[in-house]
């Protein structure tokens, strides 16, 4: 027994010696590069990947998804389960342990209050909160103790891993954001430029919309974490130059989200520099049909909120005409090659959950144009352009810049212009386009177009948030500070009604049926989201930046305290 | 016999026959300008790629938005001379573009809409310049006000000041007029809008100086009103120094102009510029940097010549540097 506790000791203590040798900030300064540039760094209040995945640097979850989807705790002590009793036996209540020892950057203890507020923060009915749907259905937060919080469902949850769990809804401390709750969230700056978080790094300079900076956080749990000592974060640019400045020049360590045609990426890593790292996820480009009119004509408040149905793209037969149009082979050749396989599905894995609906895969205009003969949609006075009762199909078109995306709506209206469609294309920098202020009108949730096009994924494993962010109380609007996740504005009882039973339903099985039954109503039986391509991640690290795990099913910065120097 | 030195006067009194036709100033105009080889050479090609846009689409009927997916990333038919493998086709003689896009097409296309962007911007910038500039040096109540609002203009930077107009006025402009012609109106007036300035400075100067000269005195002397003494003496005077601003202006507003598309935010992704045809190229440089080259070289040459054609123009319309 002593031999082998011994032994053991032994073992440990080689196992720990490449642990012990190194120390936090040996590896002084890691530069990272975001093409599109963080405007802040509370995901709270953005929907943005970009904010998101910044704000992973600084501010932590209880749990995060790894690379295989699997749950790892992170601030909690254990991720709770039914087995292990912190998932009550009737799937109401969860209860979340946290480390204990855990502090804030700023020297404070982390305890049960700051979860409290988080939940309140972000479910405050005053307030637009980006990442409501992960709250969906907590009818309270209680704490338990100092370290333990319960939080109670209003209806059996089987997936009760919504609040506190993944990149989109990390733990603020209670003392910083407590004068920011309800609709003066956005107006606390300094809070949402640079929270105190539990995270590998905290922020010592933050300027919207370009760079940030930011230095180890000397009260980070694992004592030898992270590494590097300093931390840029470079916001901006186009993912071109972050693909060069890290295959080509080596500027940079890291490289988000390299959206760039195959031949172009393939001609960069050429440079020897660095390599890319790719993997699928649930990450889907999609068309997403405006179910509201977006007119100029409608007063400021009203436009594309629900007050006003759109007048086309209300008829099943034009949006429907509209996906047969698209080839989708097309698209990934010219877009993605290896990166990227065509689809039908808003939820493509996991495999469970991933319907078979593959009837928009092939191109079909013969059949598109006679549905929209059938359903009155005539081109009566000959200028190409199909018109009923004096309403003309003619598109707005918008996407975010980037040289794939230009590419795919320059395809996009070459087919739609075969089923006398016009359509004019507007792209707009991503920054802004993704960026969520309620003031600019070209951000992707006020949808100010008819059409628009970009990517999205949930994380975790389970798509029931994700699918239920297309219920009819999601709208964006002038109420919630234009916040909200159903960004085309579909409506539909039953769908919400689905919706619920999805989140009283324990067993997988069923689970599975329901969310391909949820994600049919949106694609191939009303059509009002049109995905195309079910695209893998494509990122790229240095050659020299060693531990990097791309992970499609969380922030790609997961496990930012883990990259180190390779020397 | 004195009078053998006798003159005759009447013959002193004759007018002389011209030995040769009297020449008008526009002759000399030209024999002054004909002197500079740059001014030459730039007028030419000004010229030329002027005819190429204009005439070149009922030559070269492709349709520069037309996608022909199969037939993409097709070299310049030069490309032959080096590279006997390179996809070629007669049929594409400047190749085509990752969609299959026509080059040829696209840069008649976009060498209109570079074109009329720079020469609307420039007249009504030299519209705007001169009117402020003459206004201001002739009447000496408005000059203080209009010199004032000059220097606030001036300092006021353009991109990001054409940033905020595209944001602010794209959606109105849009309804009224369409996309695209929407989008040429709001870039043209930003950039004409922006770009006065200098000529009004430059035409505030000059008035200045000339109307204290006499032959203003005289005309104001014999009751000449104003307006006709700015029409009649003032801008013919001053012509030289307009010219030579409206070449410049012209060429700021076809450089403004590519970097709007170059930016993104100028007009929709599909309808070809030069400056939003170098954009979409920079990606694929080293592979096919005659997407680059090509219209980049349109855009320095149009510019230079421009540059030169002024040079040349000036020193023409000049009567003081004339014949030197």
Redesign the interface.
């Known amino acids: 027994m002593k031999f082998r506790t011994l032994m053991l000791g032994a073992a440990a203590s080689f196992a720990m010696a490449p642990m012990a040798m190194a120390e936090r900030g040996a590896d002084g300064n890691v530069n990272i590069i975001y093409w599109q540039a963080p405007s802040t760094l509370n995901p709270y209040l953005s929907s943005g990947t970009k904010d998101i995945e910044a704000a992973s640097l600084v501010i932590e979850p209880l749990g995060r998804y790894d690379q295989n989807g699997a749950l790892v705790p992170y601030l909690a002590s254990e991720i709770p389960t039914v087995e292990n009793g912190g998932v009550a036996a009737d799937l109401k209540s969860i209860t979340w342990k946290l480390k204990s020892g855990l502090l804030w950057s700023d020297g404070s203890p982390v305890t049960s209050a700051d979860l409290k507020f988080t939940a309140d923060y972000c479910m405050h009915p005053e307030g637009g909160c980006a990442q409501l749907a992960k709250f969906e259905g907590v009818e309270g937060v209680e704490v338990v103790d100092d370290l333990t919080v319960t939080v109670t469902f209003s209806e059996p949850k089987p997936n009760p891993y919504g609040p506190f769990m993944g990149g989109q809804s990390p733990i603020l401390q209670a003392a910083q954001f407590a004068e920011c709750l309800g609709a003066r969230a956005p107006e606390c700056t300094e809070a949402n430029f640079g929270p105190i978080g539990t995270g590998p790094f905290t922020v010592t300079d933050f300027r919207p919309n370009d760079v940030i900076q930011m230095e180890a956080n000397q009260n980070f749990r694992d004592a030898s974490k992270p590494a590097f000592a300093t931390l840029t974060f470079k916001g901006g640019g186009d993912a071109?130059g972050a693909g060069r400045a890290v295959l080509e020049t080596g500027e940079f360590d890291y490289a988000w989200n390299l959206q760039?045609?195959p031949?172009?990426i393939a001609?960069m890593a050429e440079g020897g520099k660095g390599k890319t790292i790719a993997a699928f996820g649930s990450l889907v480009e999609r068309l997403e049909m405006n179910m509201t009119n977006p007119s100029?004509?409608l007063p400021e408040g009203e436009r594309s909120t629900a007050k006003h149905p759109h007048p086309f793209m209300t008829d099943l037969a034009v949006r429907k005409a509209l996906s047969m149009a698209i080839d989708r082979d097309?698209l990934v050749e010219?877009g993605y090659g290896q990166a990227g396989r065509p689809t039908c599905n808003l939820v493509p894995a996991p495999a469970l959950y991933a319907s078979d609906n593959t009837d928009c895969l092939t191109q079909d205009i013969a059949g598109a144009n006679a549905m929209l003969d059938d359903a009155g949609w005539v081109d009566s006075d000959g200028d190409g352009v199909r018109e009923k009762d004096g309403i003309k199909l003619s598109i707005l078109f918008q996407t975010s810049?980037n040289?794939v995306r230009?590419?795919f709506?320059?395809?996009i209206?070459?087919s739609w212009a075969q089923i006398g469609v016009e359509t004019?294309?507007?792209?707009i920098?991503g920054s802004v386009y993704f960026g969520g202020d309620p003031g600019?009108?070209?951000t992707f949730q006020k949808f100010?177009a008819d059409v628009e096009m970009y990517a999205n994924n949930f994380d975790g494993t389970d798509p029931e948030s994700y699918l239920a962010q297309r219920t009819c109380d999601k709208h964006p609007g002038p109420d919630t500070q234009w916040q909200g996740e159903n960004i085309n504005r579909f409506c539909d009882p039953a769908y919400d009604a689905l919706v619920a039973e999805l989140g009283k339903t324990g067993e997988l099985e069923k689970r599975g049926e329901i969310a391909k039954k949820l994600n049919d109503m949106l694609t191939k039986e009303s059509y009002s989201i049109l995905p195309l391509v079910d695209r893998g991640r494509v990122s790229a690290h240095a050659n020299s930046l060693g531990g990097v795990v791309l992970n499609t099913w969380d922030s790609e910065l997961w496990n930012v305290a883990d990259w180190y120097r390779i020397k | 016999m004195t009078d053998t030195l006798q003159i005759d006067p009447i013959e002193a009194l004759k007018d002389k026959e011209p030995s040769k036709p009297p020449r008008s100033q526009w002759r000399d105009v030209w024999d002054q300008f004909r002197k500079h080889k740059g001014a030459l050479f730039g007028g030419g090609f000004l010229l030329f790629i002027t005819l190429f846009v204009i005439i070149g689409p009922y030559i070269w009927t492709l349709d520069a938005?037309?996608?022909d997916?199969r037939n993409k990333d097709m070299r310049p038919i030069y490309t032959w001379l080096w590279d006997g493998s390179a996809k070629i086709a007669w049929n594409r003689p400047l190749g085509t573009d990752?969609?299959g896009r026509d080059m040829l097409a696209n840069m008649i296309k976009g060498g209109r809409t570079s074109l009329a962007v720079g020469w609307a911007a420039m007249v009504l910038a030299l519209f705007l310049g001169t009117l402020i500039g003459v206004l201001s040096g002739y009447f000496k109540r408005l000059d203080g006000i209009l010199m004032r609002f000059t220097d606030l203009v001036l300092s006021l930077p353009l991109l990001p000041l054409l940033l905020v107009a595209v944001?602010l006025f794209r959606?109105?402009l849009?309804?009224a007029f369409g996309?695209e012609e929407g989008m040429f109106i709001l870039i043209v007036g930003v950039i004409g809008i922006t770009s006065w300035m200098q000529t009004a400075r430059i035409v505030r100067g000059e008035v200045l100086a000339l109307k204290e000269r006499e032959f203003i005195l005289a005309a104001r002397s014999i009751g000449t009103t104003p307006g006709k003494i700015i029409t009649r003496h003032l801008l013919p005077n001053i012509m030289s120094p307009i010219m030579v601003s409206a070449t410049l202006g012209l060429a700021t507003a076809i450089i403004t102009e590519s970097a709007l598309s170059f930016l993104?935010?100028g007009f929709?992704?599909?309808f070809p510029t030069w400056g939003k045809m170098l954009a979409?190229s920079?990606?694929?440089m080293?592979?096919y940097p005659e997407r680059v080259l090509l219209p980049g070289i349109a855009i320095s040459l149009t510019v230079l010549s421009v540059n030169y054609l002024g040079d040349g123009l000036r020193d023409a319309l000049d009567p003081r540097v004339r014949g030197r």
């Open positions: 071109v760039l045609a031949d172009v001609k100029p004509d097309l010219v810049t040289a230009q590419d709506q320059a395809l209206k070459d004019e294309l507007r792209n920098d600019s009108p070209d100010y | 938005q037309k996608l997916i990752n969609l944001t959606q109105p849009r309804a996309p993104g935010v929709p992704s599909d979409d920079v990606p694929r080293t592979e």
